[in-house]
């Protein structure tokens, strides 16, 4: 979310309090814990579980006197700035497998808070009517979807699993399998159905695409995506040290799918608005037991 001169005594009086006040993670005024004020969280760009999950910290924070900015970003750039203290707070960490890569690169420079969800797993989907229900039948039949696997964005974990174990494991190296991101890979996705056309796309539960779409998930007999998987929350070293209280609240939160698949539809499906605070708001009026429960 995107945001006189006075006499040279008062300037540098200023400029000293400044230094002295501002805290690890650009937090400057203390609240009445002692804590700093300002929480930057990271959001990886295009997966909405974390889109929803951030704006609703961002709001229930603010309503706690924090003053919390989201900042979207890739994965590599996401966990590089996590790990040299640019970014405060993530909510959308897939273990053990989607993004084991890059915990293996930073997690030494990062603190785990713990997972708020563990039915999470990633998908191949194609329509619900496709001729095949199997990852081992897709070779055989990549005929009947044009020889092309539309995947999401270059650099996120599900691309690196398809890459290094699905699309190998499977003998689906003959097929195009085609990475720019999760937008454009709905975009098709909509448009095949709608045309009553055969897909195969990369997905992952949850996401508000599997109650819309007429689709269903290709059965992983080799297990190549990874099974099931736990949506963690991390931030930069020393953040539960400076913000004490949030790092509590956050390590001890809990979310269904349920719950979330209820707060994606209201943001990503019900409504066509990239301004998610209100409806977000809406929403924490609606669910007062899952907010106050967030706090606890």
């Not at 969280?41 to 961002?58: M, P, Q």
């Not at 996120?156 to 890459?163: D, K, R, S, V």
Request: proline fraction near 5%; include cysteine.
């Amino acid at each position: 979310m995107k945001k006189p001169l006075m006499k040279t005594t008062a300037l540098a009086l200023a400029g000293l309090f400044a230094l002295t006040s501002c805290g690890s993670g650009g937090g400057n005024e203390p609240s009445a814990s002692g804590e700093s004020k300002d929480i930057t969280i990271a959001v990886f760009n295009g997966w909405d579980e974390g889109i929803a999950t951030s704006e609703l910290w961002k709001a229930v924070l603010e309503d706690k006197g924090y003053n919390v900015e989201l900042k979207y970003a890739d994965p590599a750039p996401l966990f590089s700035g996590l790990s040299t203290g640019d970014y405060d707070l993530t909510t959308d960490v897939w273990l053990p497998v989607t993004h084991a890569t890059y915990i293996e690169d930073y997690g030494d420079k990062m603190e785990d808070l713990g997972a708020w969800n563990d039915e999470s797993k990633l998908t191949v989907a194609v329509n619900e009517d496709a001729p095949i229900d199997s990852l081992d039948e897709l070779a055989e039949h990549a005929d009947d979807f044009n020889n092309k696997i539309v995947g999401i964005e270059p650099g996120a974990g599900l691309t690196e699993t398809m890459e290094k174990k699905v699309i190998p494991e499977y003998g689906l190296d003959d097929m195009d399998f085609s990475t720019s991101s999760t937008a454009a890979m709905l975009t098709e996705l909509k448009s095949a159905t709608d045309k009553g056309e055969n897909i195969v796309v990369t997905l992952w539960e949850p996401h508000w695409a599997n109650g819309v779409f007429p689709i269903k998930n290709l059965e992983d007999p080799k297990g190549a995506l990874g099974g099931t998987e736990s949506l963690h929350s991390y931030s930069r070293t020393g953040f539960a040290d400076d913000f004490p209280e949030v790092a509590g609240w956050v390590g001890d939160w809990k979310m269904d799918l349920d719950t979330l698949y209820d707060l994606e539809n209201l943001l990503f499906v019900e409504n066509d608005t990239d301004d998610y605070q209100p409806l977000v708001k809406q929403w924490m009026e609606e669910n007062p037991e899952v907010v106050s429960a967030m706090t606890e």
